[in-house]
């Protein structure tokens, strides 16, 4: 009887454990297509009543322009908003490299726009495989599409849409991912891991974030440190099945009590 139940144990550790034991790089990841409401401008962002009270601002023409405005530390929040809102208006027809750059970044001068999310919808349907010029730029070409779409996810996550979320952040994983930076992809990642937690997908999660600590050389291992922390908790102890990390030990350990006590069983004496 006891043999039968520890031969059981065997069958059920290596049923739960194997599949989930495989190390996250040797599975790829498949990106689910990106859909995004299609928006018109300036019907799905318009202007807002005290951009008029705030004061002139200049009209950039040109990336140097832009960035001198958005480095600029003595310019008020609200004017550089301003600012920015002004180079989709005038440059949205006829040059992709600042309006992109000004839609990616509006949100960081003007949290409370209401309707960042709009925004940001027109931008990744325009600008989803965008490749910034390098002229200007340390990083890789493929950074400002994956800010644009980072962010829309969060917005989506914020809203009680996971599901949206989670194909703009498989895109940068996966197709995009040589041409985004470490940096962008761990912090990418957090969030997929976030929405797949939402959504019932642990084990994908724990995947997803797992292959981002051992792939990428970016500054943010601490927050996907953290997620993997708050799927632990809402999980349990079968999280445990699911990080290979742990599995692993956990069931060679398991395996080896088994192993000892059928070595000690069988050495027991019989009574006939």
Known sequence: MIARILLGAI????????????????????????????????????????????????????????????????????????????????HQQSDDDLTAAAVTYYGSVDQSYPYQRELLELGVGRYLDYDRPLDRYAGKPGDLSAGMMRKLARIYISDGEPELAVPLLQHILGPRREEVNDHLLELAAVPLGQALGELGREPEAIAVLLAAKRDFDGDWERLLDDELDRLCARMGPAYYLYDWRLSGPLLAALLGVILVVGIFWRRQPRIR
Not at 24 to 53: G, M, S, Y
């Open 11 to 90: 069958a059920v550790a290596l049923t739960l454990a194997l599949p989930n034991a495989v190390p996250a790089q040797q599975a790829e990841l498949v990106a689910e297509p990106v859909e995004v409401p299609l928006q018109r401008f300036p019907t799905c962002c318009p202007r807002l009543d005290w951009w008029d009270a705030v004061g002139e601002v200049p009209h950039v023409q040109t990336m140097d322009g832009f960035l001198q405005v958005w480095q600029d530390q003595s310019l008020r929040a609200e004017l550089k908003a301003k600012a920015l809102f002004q180079v989709i208006e005038d």
